[in-house]
C-alpha cells in the first residue's frame, strides 16, 4: 500500500472508531443503568423516549451544551490533556480490533502487543487529570488510578502471553486461525479469568473502581471536570470497555468464529456477552480497598499469571502431540 | 525507503527534534516530561517507518507507558515545590557551545559517511526477533533478566533506606 | 559441552547472588551472618577453581562470553575482592537490618563485572557495565541515616547514566560503521571520522566510569558518603572490569589508529596531574585516598594509551596490583571510623603508637600505593610503563614518574603524622581528636549529622570483629606477597 | 541512511545540551533519555544495513529500551528521596558535600 492511500485508510478507519466509540458509549451507558436497574429491582431510566430509551441522548445534548468549567488554579495546558490522553488510546485501540474478516484496520504483525502497549499511555493522561485539576480527590484519585493501571497491567499482559505461546504469532489473525477448531477458552481458562478479572482493574471498574470510589473521592481524577471534557472520560471507560471485550473474544472465544451467522454478528454477540458479564460483576459486588487492590495484583495474580504460563506450555504440548 | 517513506520521516522527524528540544528547554517539569512523551512517541513512528514494529510497539508500552508514567509520578510525589516554573541556575553558555560543537561534528561525518541505502526490511519481524533472542543473542536476554532483578532490588533499598 | 567448567568461577559469583537472595528473604542477623561468611568462603573456593583453569580458553553462548587469558585473571582479582570486601562487610553493613539486600546489591554488581570482562560482543558489554553500575548506586546510598549518602549517590547516579547515554551511542556508531558487534573490533574497519567519533563516545564513556579525567567528578562524593567496604569495591571492581572491556575493544585495532591514542594519552595525564594535586589539599583520608583513586586510574590508562600489547596487559595488571593496597586502605578507614576516631588526617597523629597495628599496615598500603619496589604496587607502575615505553609514549612515563614522586608527598605526609606526630593527648572524645582540622573538607565523622556516634574505646575495640581485621591482614599478606613475588601476578597474566 | 544519522546527531546533541545547561534532577533525566532514543534510532538503522535477518541492532535497541527504563526506576527512586529530605529535585541546592 502507498502512503497516501494508508494515510486515508487510516483517516477513514479513525473517523469510522471515532463514531463507533461514540455510539457505543450512548449504548452502553443505558445498558448499564438499564442492568443496573434490573439488578437492584428498579426500572432504571424511563421517562425520556419509549421506556427511556433516548435518556442517554439527551444526556449527551446537555453535556455537549454545559458550560466546560475549569478551576482557577488548575494547569490550563495538562488540564485539557488529561481527558484527551485517555480517550485517544481508546479510540486507538480499535485499530486491531477483527470485527469481521476485512473489518480491521491493519492486520499488524504485533498486533496483540499493539493492543496491550497502546492502552497503557492512558495511565499518563489519568495522572494529568488528577494532578491538573488542584484538587486533592483528583490528585488521590489520578495516583490510585494510575498505580492500579501499571499493577495490573503485568499480570494482564502476562496473561495474554500465554495465548500468544498457544497461537505462535503476535498477529491477531493468527490468532484467530489458531482458534479454528477449539477456541483458547477450553485450552486456557485460567488465563481467560486472569484476563478478565484484570481487565476489570484496567478499565476501572467494580471491584476495582477504587480511583473513583464516590464515597471516599467523590469522582476521582475527574471531580473537577464537566462538559464535554467530562464526556471525554466517559467515552474513553466505555470505548476501553468495548474494546477490552473485544479482545478478550479475540484471544479466547475464537473472535467472529462461529456457525450459520456471519463473522460480524458472531463477534458482537461474544462481545456483548462480556460486557454483560462485567456490568453484571459491577452491581453485584462490593469494591475493594486501595491496598487490598494492591497486593491482589502483586501476591496473587502475579503468581497466578506465571502459573498460567506453565499452563500453557503444557497446553502447547497436548495441542502438539 | 520509498519517496513517501522518506517524507513521512524527516517530517515526524521535525516533529522529534521541536518536542526534544522543548522538553530540554522547558522551565516547567510537567511539560517537559510531556514534551518528552511526544518525543517518545514519535521516535516510536520513526521506528514504524524504519520497519522495526516490533520496537516501535515496546517503545510505546516501555518508554510512554512506564517511563514517563514513572516521571510523573516522582514529579507529583515532589510537587508541591514545583509547580512554578524554575527559577535560574541554569548555564547555558558552554553547555551550548559544546553540544553545538558534538552535534555539528556528528552531522557533519554522518553527511560524509556515505552509507548504502538500506535494502528491503525482512516482514517477519517478530520471528526474525524471537530467534534472535533465544539464539545467537540468548545470553544478552538472559543478561536482561539479571538487570531488571538488579534495578527492582536497588530501586526498592534507595525507596526503604529513606524511611529509617 | 566439554568446556563448561570453564565458567565455574562466574557460576560461583552467580551462586553469591542467589545466597545474597536466600540472606535478603531471612530476618534473622546470625542465619545472614552465617550465608555471607559461606558467600565469602564460597568465593575463595571459586579463586581457587579460577587459579587452576589459567592458561585455557572457550567461547560461549554463540561467542557472547569469551573465557580467557584476561577473564580469568580479571575473575581471580574479582574474587579476592569479593571475599575481602564480604568479609569486611559482615560486621559493617552487613549488620544492619537491611543487611541481605546489601550482600545481594553487592553480589549482582560483582556479577555485572565478572561479566564484563568476558564480554564477547557490544550488546553484552553494554548491559554489563549496567549490570556493575545500578545496584551500586544503591550501594552508594546505603548508609540511610546519613542525607548525604544519597546526595553522593545522586550525582553518581546522575553522571553514570550520562556516561551510558553517550556510551550507549558511542556503541551504535560502532556496530554501523563495522557492521558487527563482535568484539574486538576488526582491524581491516578504515578510519571513517564516524568510527572515530563513535570510539571517542565510547571512550568518553568509559572515561566515565574510570573516573578519568575530566570524568572523575562523581569518584569522591561517591567514595566519600558510602560505606568503606562499598568504596573498596568501586576503587577496584567495576573499573578493573572496564579497563578489561576496553582492552578487548581497543585490541583488534593495535596501535593503528593514532587519535584515539593521543586523546588516551591526554586523559591519562590529565587523570594522574589532577587526582594527586587534588589529593594534597584534602583533610579527610576518605577524600584523599579517593583521589588517589583518581591518580591510579590515569596510570592504568597509561598502558591503553600506549596501545601495545605489553601496555594494554599491563594496564589489567595494574588494577590488581593496587587494588590490594587500596581495598586494605579504605578497610582501615572503616576500622577507624568503627572505633570512632573520624577520618581526618590530623587525628592519624600518634596513630603508631595507639593502634601500631593498624598504623603498620596503613603504612604498607600507602607505600605500595607510592610504588616502591618490592611492594605490590610497584609492579603494576612497572609493567604499565614499560609497556608504554615500548609503545613509544616516554614522555607519559616520564610524566608518570614525576607523578609517582609528587604523590608521595600526601602519602608521606599521612605515615609522618602516624608515626612522628605526638597524639592529642588522651582520646576519649573522638569530636575532639576530629576538630580543627576536619572542618574545611567537612567529612569529619563526628560533624556528620548521621556519623556512628562516639564509642568508649573498648566497646569500640569489641565491635571491630574478627572479620574486619581478617580482611585488613588478608590484603596485608597480598599486598606485601604479590610485591615479593611478582611472578604470581605476571604468570597468573599469562 | 544520511536523514536517519543526521536526525539522530541532532536528537543527541539536544539531549546533551539538556544535560549540560539544565539542573533539576528530573530535566537532566529527560535530556539522557533523548540521547538514548538517539542511539536507538541509529541502531534500528543500522539493523537494516547488515545481515537484516539477525535483527542484532534490533535486539540492541529493545534492551537498551529496558536498561533506560531500570536506570529511570532506580535514579528516579532516588530522585524522590532526596526530595523528601532537601525539599528540592534542583542538583545545585542538594549541596552538602564540597569539592
Known sequence: MSGAATFAWGALWGAVSLTIVGALTTVLVLVERKISGRIQMRVGPMHTGPHGLLQTVADIVKLLFKEDVRPARADAMAFRLGPLLTAVPAVLSFAVIPFGAPLIMRDLNVGVLYFLAVPGVTAVGLLLAGWASYDNYSFLGGLRSSAQFISYEIPRTLAVVGVVMLAGSLRVSAVLEAQRTVPFLVLEPLGFVLYLVTTLAEVNRTPFDIPEAESELVAGYHTEYSGFRWALFFLAEYGALFAASAFATVLFLGGGNGPLLPAFVWFLVKTLAIVFLTMWIRWTLPRFRSDQLMRLAWKVFLPLSLVNLVLAGLAMQVVAG | MSGGQSMLFVLVGVVAAVSALYAVLTRQILRSIMSLGAFLTAVAVEFYVLAADFVSVVQIFVYVGGVVVLMLFALMLSASGERHPLAGADRPGLGAVLAYLVGGGLVVASLGAGLPEPGKAPAQTVDLLGRSFLGGQLFAFELMGVVLLAAVVAALVVARGERQ | MGTAFLLLPKAGIGLLVVVGLVAASLPGAGARRALVLAGALLLGAAFVVDIGLLGRSARFFHEALVVDRLSLFADSVLLTLGAVVSLAALDGAVAGKDGGDFLLLFALSLFGASVLVSAGNLIVIFLAVELTIIPSFALVAFRGADRRSFEGALKYFILSVLASAILYYGLSLIYGMTGTVRVPLPAQVGSSPLLLLGIGFMLVGFGFKLAAFPFHQWLPDAFEVSHPEVAAFLAVGPKLAAVVALVRILEGLGGQSGAWTAALAWMALGTMFWGNLAAFRQAGLRRMLAYSAVAHAGYALVGVAAGTPQGMDGAVLYFAAYGSAAVGAFLVVALLERDGLGDAIAGLAGLGRRRPGWAAALTVFLISLVGVPLFAGFWGKFSVFLGAVEGGVVWLVVLGVINSAVSFGYYGNVIRKMYLEAPPGRVDKPAAVAGPGAVPAGPGGGAAPGAPPPVAETGARAAAGWSLRTALWLTVGLTLLLGVVPGLLFGALG | ?99
Not at chain 4, 16 to 28: C, Y
Not at chain 4, 36 to 65: C, D, H, K, W
Open chain 4, 1 to 99: 541512511m544520511t536523514a536517519v544519522l543526521v536526525l539522530s546527531a541532532v536528537l543527541f546533541a539536544i539531549g546533551l545540551f539538556g544535560v549540560l545547561t539544565r539542573r533539576n534532577a528530573i530535566t537532566l533525566l529527560v535530556s539522557v533519555e533523548v540521547m538514548m532514543n538517539a542511539a536507538n534510532l541509529n541502531l534500528v538503522a543500522f539493523s537494516r544495513l547488515y545481515q537484516p535477518e539477525l535483527m542484532t541492532g534490533q535486539v540492541f535497541a529493545i534492551l537498551g529500551i529496558g536498561v533506560a527504563a531500570c536506570e529511570a526506576a532506580v535514579g528516579l527512586a532516588l530522585i524522590l528521596t532526596i526530595y523528601r529530605r532537601y525539599g528540592s529535585t534542583d542538583v545545585d541546592r542538594v549541596r552538602l558535600l564540597r569539592e
